[in-house]
């Protein structure tokens, strides 16, 4: 592994040379046409700074890589050292985000109100991820989750408020029970406020962090879920642009990732109540065949990759967004006409 180190570093220090002699080569030959109206002495002192500039940048850019000793990893590990809390982690988008952010470094506090699945699902992630039970709908398991973070990792880079649950509630108003609402808002909304609310607590002091929640696109348009949990939703895209203003006055990115449908827990226990007849497998297809994008499904992997983007260096000017991960579906409507044509000449 050393000697293919050496090899390298000997490749490129070859090919910076000759890269060094082309430039003079070039410089030689063409900069005294550009150059010409300038004196003599002036002349080779601009290209003394030219050629100065361009070594001292090639340094800059070979030297960081020589030190670090990582050529095809360095840019791999986007989350190094970094700690994050992320609410209903035992399963979903919550657990592959976990998986995500760990592959990129970082310590991973896993947090979900479902003990045994949390606690296997640490496990499974391994040395870097810690479970710690939490019902987001209570303040002080929120506050002592964070707490915990600190205790243990000394500080707090990421906290991504992802736990939330269907409704299972009637679909029209009319219907609507209001103290399930409660508990469903309770839940969805009150729980990221609480996750925000401590987080903040302890980034405010740092002057830095980033906070994550997850939206949908149920809350982006209306129709596509029971009114409660489209409401919920709605709430929580809000509450992120709400936030952004006194957040950013103290170095705190905060954003929404509002993801499309996807199998998984969640869905499917909704969906099972809907169309009792049908098995998980038929389900999961049913689900897929709604994406808009040709070839292509929502899965938890494209939320993961959603988050590990927001919460890297690669977003560090992005605060306040609803990153949309739905292959385009919320963007468009169709008017269908020629689907019509062909059914009145039929
Ligand atoms: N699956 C989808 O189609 C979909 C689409 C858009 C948004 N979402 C949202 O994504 C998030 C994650 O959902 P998922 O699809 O991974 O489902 P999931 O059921 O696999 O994961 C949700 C996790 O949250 C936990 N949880 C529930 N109540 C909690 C509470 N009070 N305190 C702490 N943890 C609690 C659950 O135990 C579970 O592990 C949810 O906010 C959901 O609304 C899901
Ligand atoms: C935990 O993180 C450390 C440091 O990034 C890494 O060396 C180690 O392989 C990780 N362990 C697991 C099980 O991922
Ligand atoms: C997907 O849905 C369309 C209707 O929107 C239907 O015609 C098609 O058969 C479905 N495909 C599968 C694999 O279920
Ligand atoms: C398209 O038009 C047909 C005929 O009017 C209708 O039955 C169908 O539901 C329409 N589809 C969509 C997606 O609007």
């Not at 000697?3 to 060094?20: D, E, H």
């Not at 401590?198 to 809350?219: D, E, F, N, Y």
Request: glycine share 6%; aromatic share 6%; hydrophobic share 40%.
């Amino acid at each position: 592994m050393h000697q293919f180190s050496l090899c390298i570093y000997i490749y490129m220090f070859v090919l910076w040379l000759t890269c060094c002699l082309a430039f003079q080569l070039i410089i030689h030959s063409y900069c005294p046409l550009l150059l010409s109206s300038l004196s003599q002495e002036e002349e080779e002192e601009k290209m003394l700074r030219i050629r100065s500039r361009i070594i001292s940048s090639t340094w800059r850019s070979l030297l960081p890589q020589i030190s670090s000793n990582k050529f095809s990893t360095h840019s791999e590990r986007k989350l190094e050292g970094k700690v994050a809390v992320i609410t209903g982690a035992a399963s979903g988008i919550g657990k592959e985000s976990a998986a995500k952010f760990i592959s990129h470094g970082a310590k991973v506090i896993v947090a979900d109100i479902h003990r045994q699945l949390g606690q296997q699902t640490a496990s499974e992630l391994g040395d870097n991820a810690t479970f710690v039970p939490c019902d987001v709908t209570k303040e002080s398991d929120v506050s002592d989750l964070v707490d915990f973070a600190i205790s243990k990792h000394g500080q707090l880079d990421i906290m991504y408020n992802n736990a939330g649950v269907a409704c299972r509630t009637p679909l029209s108003i009319v219907d609507i029970d209001l103290a399930q609402f409660d508990r469903v808002m309770a839940i969805n909304v009150r729980g990221v406020m609480a996750g925000i609310k401590h987080a903040a607590r302890v980034m405010i002091p740092r002057g830095s962090g980033c906070i994550l929640c997850t939206g949908s696109v149920t809350g982006v348009m209306g129709g596509l879920a029971q009114p409660t949990y489209s409401t919920t939703k709605s709430c929580v895209i809000g509450i992120v642009r709400s936030m952004t203003a006194q957040l950013c006055k103290n170095g705190i990115r905060i954003n929404c990732i509002s993801p499309f449908a996807i199998p998984t827990a969640f869905s499917l226990d909704e969906m099972r109540e809907y169309f009792p007849g049908v098995v998980p497998e038929d389900l999961t297809k049913m689900l897929h065949n709604t994406s808009e994008l040709k070839g292509a499904y929502c899965e938890p992997i494209d939320v993961a990759n959603a988050a590990l983007f927001l919460a890297s260096e690669d977003a560090k000017f992005i605060s306040g967004q609803n990153l949309v991960v739905d292959g385009g579906f919320t963007s468009f409507k169709s008017l269908n006409l020629s689907q019509q044509v062909q059914e009145r000449s039929t």
